[in-house]
């Protein structure tokens, strides 16, 4: 018999206490022994529940009591979760997280921790919510040079984007229905930013390529100022407008990492993840490119990772897994002006020839994209490749436009 806490009794938390009753045979079939809730930390009391008598909001009472194995924090955030799985770590005990803010700001240190103490830290709810994604691009895909990650990494922006694209809902009122429906968190404002998209990818980058990437260290877009008419002109040019979280190894050692609105051809396997399904591309050397899809969030299918993670650290609660990366580098990802990019951009201009010719002066050919019952003041141009900052070099040269939007066109 296995003793485990649980710290955190929202969502995620009550949803892996639900799976470890429901399912506990299965569970202790897979496990080798019988995992047994000891504790559970909230500062809430629960007076009915059949596990009243574990509930504690003291999180001393975990850390001291040496029975307990293993800690699943699903607390959130950082402040107290970091404080909490370090100490726990630090006193001998293998923790699983779902907490993606946690893993991308400090993976790298507690993954250090836990292998000098010999324990396990697994957190594969962290990107994908229920979707196999940690696990696979660790062990399944071992034998690749893996050379990029491309995901839609967020939920409630796809669902968004989806209705825009769809039928035509304007991002405001795309965002409410997020929150009606219950997708989208009450402050959205991590998902709509990009901020949740950049830490997901941050951790996917890092187990992928061995370094940890900090979200401080990748250029991070929302969709936020993404239009409707921004979605007409993606679809006049025969794409779709995606929130793609990227990560590409260079020649040189370094990464291309990224988070921005793109648009996607529409025959790409990526333009047909829609409402809130995440779908995660990776490209080995000889897998070629394989596409994981599913649900990226909510409270069982992220309770059923967080329980594979459990299983898999009772299992290996004497042999640690040899998992995680190694520290991250200033100057480890490079600056995203310099990486070469085609983007659409779109400008409002009393003169669209002249702006045309300008433009192309400093580029060179552009292909003009066209709508319907557009202003003649509308001027919108997809460039050719070339490295981001000669594109705002020659935005910035030309008088007389207004840029309206700028958004990168990905070959996936
Ligand atoms: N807010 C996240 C999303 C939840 O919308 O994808 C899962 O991380």
Redesign the pocket.
């Known amino acids: 018999m296995v003793q485990i806490a649980v710290m955190g009794y929202g969502v995620v938390g009550s949803g892996v206490v639900e799976v470890l009753q429901k399912n506990k045979d299965k569970i202790a079939k897979k496990a080798g022994q019988p995992i047994e809730i000891r504790r559970i930390l909230d500062i809430r009391k629960f007076p009915g529940s059949p596990l009243a008598d574990r509930f504690t909001d003291n999180f001393e009472e975990i850390l001291n009591d040496t029975e307990i194995k293993i800690v699943v924090e699903t607390i959130g955030g950082l402040d107290p979760a970091y404080d909490y799985v370090r100490r726990c770590l630090l006193s001998g005990k293998s923790v699983v997280t779902s907490n993606?803010e946690l893993v991308a700001e400090k993976g790298g240190e507690l993954l250090a921790i836990a292998r000098e103490k010999g324990l396990n830290f697994l957190f594969e709810a962290s990107v994908g919510?229920g979707i196999p994604i940690i696990r696979p691009l660790d062990q399944c895909l071992a034998a690749n040079q893996v050379s990029e990650i491309a995901g839609i990494?967020?939920?409630?922006?796809?669902?968004v984007l989806t209705k825009m694209i769809r039928d035509g809902m304007p991002f405001e009122k795309a965002l409410a229905l997020a929150q009606e429906i219950g997708?989208?968190?009450r402050d959205?404002s991590?998902?709509i930013t990009g901020l949740?998209a950049c830490r997901?990818i941050c951790i996917l980058a890092s187990l992928a390529f061995g370094r940890h990437v900090y979200p401080g260290q990748v250029h991070t877009e929302g969709i936020q100022n993404i239009t409707l008419d921004d979605v007409r002109y993606a679809s006049a040019f025969g794409g779709v407008i995606k929130l793609i979280g990227r990560a590409a190894k260079r020649g040189d050692g370094r990464l291309d990492c990224m988070v921005a609105p793109m648009i996607l051809p529409a025959s790409s396997r990526l333009a047909e993840v829609n409402d809130?399904f995440?779908g995660i591309m990776v490209r080995g050397d000889a897998i070629g490119e394989v596409v994981f899809y599913g649900q990226?969030?909510g409270k069982l299918p992220?309770a059923s990772a967080v329980v594979a993670d459990v299983i898999d650290e009772v299992k290996h609660i004497n042999s640690p897994k040899l998992f995680g990366w190694g520290p991250g580098e200033d100057g480890y990802v490079s600056d995203h002006l310099q990486n070469p990019v085609s983007a659409m951009i779109r400008l409002k201009c009393g003169d669209t020839k002249a702006v045309r010719d300008e433009i192309e002066a400093g580029l060179g050919g552009c292909e003009r994209v066209k709508v319907s019952n557009a202003p003649a003041d509308e001027l919108a141009l997809v460039t050719p490749k070339t490295e981001e900052f000669r594109i705002n070099q020659a935005l910035k040269s030309v008088s007389g436009a207004k840029l309206l939007s700028l958004i990168r066109i990905a070959d996936l």
């Open positions: 993606k919510g990494l967020n939920g409630t922006t796809n669902f997708y989208a968190e959205p991590d998902d949740d997901k809130v995440n990226g969030a992220t």
